[in-house]
């Protein structure tokens, strides 16, 4: 038998993580039949995890959406989650018809306030450009917000009030030359597999020492040359006594604090009493130990932190993410290669779509829609009025439809009811709405919610650009054509955008007359400063660029802040320690916290419908031997898992990653949503919810 | 490449050009635009000068030298091409065909021909057959096709992706590419990145998707294929 010829190979951006690895997709008789990386380009120099390489063949799945689709029983109240079978097919002109019907009288007889809007980190940034164009231009309103709200929300809070800039400052081609890092709340072989290589490569061949600061045992820990492991929760101690270490050793860097740091001196004398005697106390990590990290990172000559969701995704998330730039900036670790504030992104355009204007607050390029100035220049360049008052986040538009005052969603390539805490509420919360508008490439646990749906092109058949985690914008192509009736997300927001203008617009319309993502790049970047150096030609003919790049001569950024921040000077900022929401009693006694496997992704959309599935088929838990033993559960045995909101059944992986008295879950498993657990209590200043602390029981079955 | 600045004169198929000190003879060759055929070497792992096939002759030298991994040196002159050369690339290329598999192999075969090589030249050769290893949902590893370049091992370990999988085991002409103890792939450290599959230079590892094509399946047919012998596994009585 001969060897299979690839008729086409296209190059493409992997649509998992936010590494965003550069793909070469393998097309035979339109199917992807390979995939393989280039070795000579950025991001990834051709390495791959087990996602990328085989994990694309849900683009070819028989469920994907064909048709659209409208709700046999639309407008019965109270609505029903239903499968496929309360659905009818629908065509175009009819589903866009009456999606824009809808919409329409929403706004016209609640304002456009009264319509909830979820944009996609799955999406392409013109996709996502012209989903807020459409809501913020057309509906009126600034309700748009995404995931991110669920992931990195207290990054971004923490670090914009530290240093008043939130995305990665380094780029993942520094790694391999790591002197020093820092990993804490990520399990990084797993999350962000092709970073996790950059970073092993440090230490195996560049002799770089590890610090690991997590409560699991995970694979990083074996690279680890220290391994703190706090208890859940107890992070923002940790982090406030190697803080006091380096300021009582006086470890840190005078310099860089007298000329690129304010607020020192409160922030120094707020330390006392922060000792790593009291933070062992708080976190059971040793005193000792606390030191040596503190001494280590801060006595090198460069130093990077790479952080994930344990450090975000809490209540006191926001505080975390400040503790860790407190540290980077009294110890000058910035604006330099191998430095850095590193939040690493979780989805394939996560950072593209909050910086494409997919956030309540602000426009493309974080230009605050609050700002009278910025508001005349889009109310300029859309051709209307604009709404002056900041929108709502995911769980507040949640609680507003709770209220009444939301009456209808539109949700874009996203799946709130697998990942917004405490499904329960949620699930009530949709069944109360008049209208659910929903887009995607699957029938998921949302769309059982719609009342229509329209089928979208995957990224393996759309133009478009992916931002990864390290602000690379970088190109996706069409390889193989979209199933059945489906059509890339700009070109149906495009058209429900015109038939919702003729019914409620003004004179003149936002503009929605594109003929390619190209164009419509164009007009994003046009509008927003740190892109206008970037092209989708320019973006071809270098692989990818790093933003801010500001003009077509400048070489792109990949390191931020070498002269100054954002907000001027670095802000050190006193913090107090307080415990989690929810801590294990005798009727829950222990602590459950979320997270993802390396062969699964988020809600189990794609890698659900992938091969990955077989090697990785069932919702596991797991659960320190001698946990496992005093309640008399064996491995690979299913058991019930119990919090406060509800219950799941779940396998058990005996194992002593998780340590004494915790239990961890994954959350792919929508038949056993880990979020069924979780609680809704949320960082105060990020609006984050807590996916990794609360209490639940373990019972046999 | 290693440069601090020096040059060196060195001689290539008659040409004398200059090259940067501490460069291999395959950089060097590179830089004369002239060029030498490669199975083991791959841009991304670490050259060890296995195949010997990127040979050349250096003037005053007794032996035929490995351009991978052979530095250049002042005065060097070097025929890339003579009689010599090509008789060892020829012979190398034959003993390989009679004992592997080289039928995916579409630059080997290219060899072959342009080195007048006879698969047939040792006809009491025995051919390595084992059997196919369907171990995984992901790779299969077809030893027969297997000419032992070590390019899967390296990108396992510390040229691309820190796992440590893979491994050598055996001595001549049974020594083979394996996992520890010969352990199914599932129950290795293996994280199915297919690292390994990439730089595979015969297909000896390939994408399952791949193969299941080839053999003129479509999608929907591999999904039923698996679905179906998943089904029997678990009326086996094999709990999932």
Redesign the interface.
Known sequence: ????KAQEVVRSTCPYCGVGCQVDLFI?DE?I?????P??VAPN??????KG??GF?FV?H?SRLTRPLIRKNIGESPRKAVGMEGFRPASWEEALELAAEKLSAVAQQHGGDAIGTFCSAKASNEDNYLFQKFVRGVLKTNNVDHCARLCHAASVAGLTIAIGSSAMSNSIAEMKNLEVFIVTGSNT?ETH?VIS?FL??AV??NGAKLIVIDPRGIEMTQYATHWLQQKSGTDVAVFQAMAHTIVTEKLYNASFVEQRVENFETYSASLEGCTPEWAEKISGVPAEKIRDAARLYANAGSAAIYWGMGISQSVHGTDNAISLANLALLCGHLGRPGTGLNPLRGQNNVQGCSDSGGLPNVFPGYQSVTDPGTRNKFEAAWHGELNPDAGLTTMEMVDAAEADSIKAFFIMGENPMMSEPDLRHARHVMESLEFVLVQDIFFNETGEYADIIFPAASFAEKDGTFTNSDRRVQLIRPAVPAPGEARPDWEILCDLAKRVEKKIGGPHSAGFEFTSPAEVWDEMAGLTPPFQGITHDRILLEHGVHWPCPTPDHPGTPYLFEESFPSGKGHLTPLEYNPSAELPDDQYPFMLSTGRV?YHWHGGTLTRRS??D??Y??PTVEIHPQDAEKLGVTAGEWIKLRSRRGEIRVKSLVTERSPVGMVFIPFHFAEAAANELTLDARDPKAKIPDYKVCAVSVEKI | MSNNGNTINITINGNTLSVPTGITLMEAIALAQEDVPVICYHEATTSEGLCRQCVVEVEGWRILAPACITPVSEGMVLETDSERVTRARRTILEMLAATTDLSHAPDLQAQMHTYNADPHRFPDAVARAPDLVDDNPFFVRDYAKCVMCWRCVQACGEDLQFTYALSTGGRGYHSKISTFFDSPMPETTCVFCGNCVAVCPTDALRSKTELLMEQGLDYDQIRYKKRKAQKDLDAGGRTQ
Do not use: Q, W, Y
């Open positions: 038998m001969t060897a299979i035979k199917k039949f390979k995939v393989e990386a070795f000579e120099f051709g390495r791959l995890c087990v390489r085989f063949d070819h028989p072989s597999p290589t092993r490569e195996v061949k390396l091969k990955l077989d090697i088929p069932n």
